[in-house]
């Protein structure tokens, strides 16, 4: 590893932490020839996902398109920027459980919808009204009363 300051290749690793439940490591390492501090993060490399869209495009998975999404659903609601990376992970992982090389985008939405339900239900109803494009207000309506009968005790 190169020191960012001096661009030596000797350092020593002085402090290491797992980060997101094992799938990175964070090192605290120091220069031996400058005596500079710096971190370093180690990965799993994983291998290359791709996103079918609705008109048989395909493109790279991007992780921070689904972040966007969860980011606008959950504007201006008590969901904490450390709750929307923790749910972003969620889904990445379950899109990379699926054991398939190439995911309809149909899927992941399916996956954020169950992820946001169970977060927020404003959240859950912003996704889905753009992601499932509600095309009249009855539509909106028959998922606010679906919301409604699932949160209603028995």
Same mark, same amino acid.
């Given at each position: 590893?190169?020191? $960012?300051?001096?661009?030596?290749?000797? %350092?020593?690793?002085?402090? %290491?932490?797992?980060?997101? *439940?094992?799938? %990175?490591?964070?090192?605290?390492?120091?220069?031996?020839?400058? +005596?500079?501090?710096? #971190? +370093?993060?180690?990965?799993?490399?994983?291998?290359? =996902? #791709?996103?079918?869209? /609705?008109?048989?495009?395909?493109? $790279?998975?991007? &992780?921070?398109? @689904?972040?966007?999404?969860?980011?606008?659903?959950?504007?201006?609601?008590?969901?904490?920027?450390?709750?929307?990376?923790?749910?972003?992970?969620?889904?990445?992982?379950?899109?990379?459980?699926?054991?398939?090389?190439?995911?309809?985008?149909?899927?992941?939405?399916?996956?954020? @919808? *169950?992820?946001?339900? +169970? =977060? *927020?239900?404003?959240?859950? !109803?912003?996704?889905?009204? !753009?992601?499932?494009?509600?095309?009249?207000?009855?539509?909106?309506? &028959?998922? =606010?009363?679906?919301? /409604?009968?699932? %949160? +209603?005790?028995?």
């Amino acid at each position: 590893m190169k020191c $960012p300051n001096c661009e030596g290749e000797n %350092s020593r690793v002085m402090e %290491s932490r797992d980060l997101d *439940d094992g799938a %990175s490591i964070r090192r605290r390492r120091e220069c031996l020839d400058c +005596t500079t501090r710096f #971190t +370093t993060y180690e990965r799993i490399e994983q291998p290359p =996902l #791709t996103v079918i869209k /609705k008109d048989g495009r395909r493109q $790279p998975f991007n &992780r921070d398109k @689904i972040a966007g999404g969860i980011y606008r659903a959950c504007e201006k609601r008590p969901i904490s920027v450390d709750q929307i990376e923790a749910i972003t992970h969620e889904i990445e992982q379950a899109v990379r459980a699926l054991g398939e090389p190439e995911v309809p985008v149909r899927d992941i939405g399916e996956i954020v @919808i *169950d992820r946001l339900l +169970t =977060l *927020d239900d404003v959240a859950y !109803v912003r996704f889905a009204s !753009v992601y499932r494009a509600f095309s009249d207000v009855a539509s909106f309506e &028959r998922e =606010l009363a679906r919301l /409604k009968a699932r %949160s +209603t005790p028995v």
